[in-house]
């Protein structure tokens, strides 16, 4: 599971470099955001802008994330690609994190 971290201001955003956030990956993403995420700033982005497909266990190892860093840290999203949107809108998952079509300040802009 290939994830870069950077300070983007007073938040730390993480991206996920993998086109999937699946069962064959959910557990490593989970450890290596548990790594990442332990000491961070009290806002966390996870940039999922080069993600194509989220399963049910994707999608449960972001929650687990969520709550692993709550109360004193949020997890927010951002560039969710088309079919990774409509799994959050449909388990309405998108009621519960903070969703930004793009990075705030284009944050971790370099690279692209």
Do not use: W, Y
Not at 23 to 36: H, L, N, P, T, Y
Not at 44 to 66: E, H, N, P, Q
């Amino acid at each position: 599971m290939h994830l870069e971290a950077a300070m983007a201001g007073e938040a730390l955003v993480v991206r996920v470099e993998e086109a999937r956030l699946d069962a064959a990956c959910a557990i490593q993403f989970k450890d290596r955001m548990r790594e990442i995420a332990g000491a961070a700033p009290p806002r966390v982005i996870l940039d999922l802008a080069r993600v194509g497909f989220v399963d049910s266990s994707g999608l449960g190892a972001i929650v687990a994330v969520m709550k692993f860093l709550a109360p004193a840290r949020r997890l927010e999203l951002a560039g969710l690609t088309p079919n990774v949107a409509k799994v959050f809108h449909l388990t309405r998952m998108d009621t519960v994190f903070t969703i930004h079509a793009a990075l705030p300040g284009g944050a971790m802009a370099h690279g692209d």
